[in-house]
């Protein structure tokens, strides 16, 4: 996967789509808010849109 990007990379460079000038690397990680109990019943959702 590596080397596929840095092939990329090099190819885009190449035809001039990006340059290196400007190189920012976002290292965000975002933890999930989920579990088991989190997803809704159809139940519920056929009660409240009756409501």
Not at 6 to 26: A, C, G, R, S
Not at 28 to 51: H, L, P, Q, R
């Amino acid at each position: 996967m590596d080397e596929l990007f840095e092939v990329m990379i090099l190819k885009l460079i190449e035809e001039k789509y990006i340059t290196m000038e400007n190189y920012f690397l976002d290292g965000t990680k975002i933890e999930a808010d989920t579990n088991k109990y989190s997803f809704v019943w159809n139940k519920s959702t056929s009660k409240f849109g009756a409501k």
